[in-house]
């Protein structure tokens, strides 16, 4: 089963918009790593956020996370054309092995 | 300083046959893993492994053989491969509690 599952499945949007993708999880997590993946290629790692930080910035990039509604959000603002592509979270439960677990992911056009 | 890498980038093999994927990293991470992705599913973990010598079942193991005789290398083997195992195949390693990184992965058809 997956852990995380992020939410919406699908997201269109013009460029200069910002998109807002979520992703919820069932148990406590060690932390939660955002990926981003261009059709037919690999994953790309975008922001690794621990369970002891509520937020975190890169580049146009914002993740923040709740631990007490067991959410993130991951946002990108004012889009591009070269921001479509298939967004993922994983998220790595707290003790034992170091074992990320991905969602189903959301996929993100942007129109320009 | 080449990250993950594998090896071979596409395959096609008959119901049956038998094959053998090989990951590789330059980082000296402990921990490697397999996933495979397929249509709408996102990634599912196949076997990890904690260090060299180590091995674990995933999500999806089944039809599916791995080992990591040493710490840079981790195979993932089908012994008698079936059209369900139609996938594209990633592999990735890492530190604890760190940042997973990726290869380009291996896409395979089984007819």
């Known amino acids: 089963s997956q852990q995380g599952e992020e939410d919406p499945q699908a997201l269109s949007i013009q460029e200069g918009e910002n998109a807002t993708m979520n992703c919820s999880y069932k148990t406590s997590i060690n932390n939660l790593q955002w990926y981003r993946q261009n059709s037919g290629r690999g994953l790309v790692h975008l922001i690794l956020?621990?369970?002891?930080?509520r937020e975190k910035h890169s580049g146009r990039l914002r993740v923040t996370l709740d631990t007490s509604k067991k959410s993130s959000s991951l946002l990108i603002t004012a889009s591009r054309a070269a921001d479509t592509a298939s967004y993922f979270c994983a998220t790595a439960i707290s003790g034992g092995s170091y074992i990320p677990t991905f969602g189903r992911g959301t996929s993100l056009i942007v129109h320009p | 300083n080449a990250g993950v890498t594998q090896t071979p980038k596409f395959r096609v093999l008959k119901t049956g046959q038998s094959m053998t994927l090989l990951c590789a990293q330059d980082m000296n991470h402990e921990y490697m893993y397999w996933y495979r992705q397929d249509p709408g599913m996102g990634l599912r973990l196949i076997h990890y492994?904690?260090?060299?010598?180590?091995?674990a079942k995933g999500e999806v193991p089944d039809g599916y053989n791995v080992s990591r005789l040493k710490k840079q290398n981790f195979l993932l083997g089908l012994e008698s491969a079936a059209p369900s195992q139609t996938s594209v195949y990633f592999c990735?390693?890492?530190?604890?509690?760190?940042?997973?990184?990726f290869g380009p992965g291996t896409r395979l058809l089984v007819l």
């Open positions: 956020i621990r369970s002891n930080e």
């Open positions: 492994s904690v260090g060299e010598g180590t091995t």
């Open positions: 990735a390693s890492s530190t604890y509690s760190e940042t997973q990184y």
